[in-house]
């Protein structure tokens, strides 16, 4: 599961409150998984995840582009690296159902993931943003 902290903010709010949101989501999702939910309900929530995580890199993105952050293109790309590794687990959990091994594969690319791209690649765009916006 993944838990947010104080640490983990980037002081943009917008930002920040998208991240908080995905946390939950994300949780639901794993909960959903654990419980062995019907695939409908992964599904579901897949589906959600997918358009806000979505509008989420948009939201980054528009910033980074707004002022000019030097490090748009590696951020950038590891958003674009994170959608492909989405909807390829997506595309596994549709054909296959929920086992044990997208089970794993999920919760490295859903917690571990967003772990790292926050506590480093967002929180040096918050830095950045902080210095341009106040």
């Known amino acids: 599961m993944l838990t947010w902290s104080e640490s983990l903010s980037t002081g943009i709010e917008a930002i920040d409150s998208q991240h908080k949101e995905l946390f939950s989501r994300i949780n639901s999702l794993l909960s959903a998984m654990a419980q062995g939910k019907g695939k409908d309900q992964v599904k579901d929530i897949l589906v959600f995840l997918g358009d ?79 210095t341009k916006i106040s």
């Not at 929920?98 to 490295?108: F, G, K, R, T």
């Open 52 to 130: 806000y995580v979505a509008t989420h890199f948009g939201t980054e993105e528009k910033y980074m582009r707004q002022y000019l952050y030097p490090a748009y293109p590696s951020h950038k790309r590891e958003h674009a690296e994170y959608i492909e590794r989405f909807n390829r687990l997506k595309q596994k959990l549709d054909s296959e159902g929920v086992n044990s091994l997208l089970a794993i594969e999920s919760q490295e690319l859903l917690v571990q993931w967003w772990g790292t791209h926050i506590g480093k690649t967002d929180k040096a765009l918050g830095a950045f943003l902080r």
